[in-house]
């Protein structure tokens, strides 16, 4: 089992910059380190969609083009934790933020998800 809380959600204005933390609990004996984490968001009236990701080690990360070389995802294996650094926000990066957990990235399995953190990016 892995637990997960997203953090560092707010309302900012278009041009800002934001990061937002996903701090895991593992009731496992699979240690974090060997999960693939992921960032998602969910607009209002949208679906669900994948925004960042990372391998275990860190060393390989995956973004979709509408976020490339805005938004970089690292993690800290020692502290449990992944990070979404937001760059340049524009209005339509307003969504709910959800971290996950998984296997690869490139399998898109993903089997622990947090609650959420709502940013807002105002115009």
């Known amino acids: 089992q892995v637990h997960l809380v997203e953090s560092g959600g707010q309302l900012v204005q278009a041009g800002d910059s934001l990061k937002l933390s996903c701090a895991a609990t593992?009731?496992?004996?699979?240690?974090?380190?060997?999960?693939?984490m992921g960032w998602f968001r969910r607009a209002p009236g949208k679906e669900r969609t994948f925004v960042a990701g990372?391998?275990?080690?860190?060393?390989?990360?995956y973004y979709p083009d509408s976020v490339k070389g805005r938004f970089t995802i690292s993690r800290d294996n020692a502290e449990n934790t992944v990070y979404l650094q937001m760059m340049s926000l524009k209005p339509e990066d307003t969504a709910v933020y959800y971290c996950?957990?998984?296997?690869?990235?490139?399998?898109?399995?993903?089997?622990?998800w947090g609650q959420g953190t709502q940013v807002t990016v105002s115009s």
């Open positions: 996950a957990a998984g296997t690869t990235v490139a399998g898109n399995l993903w089997d622990y």
């Open positions: 990372i391998s275990w080690s860190g060393g390989d990360t």
């Open positions: 593992v009731a496992s004996e699979r240690p974090f380190s060997r999960y693939a």
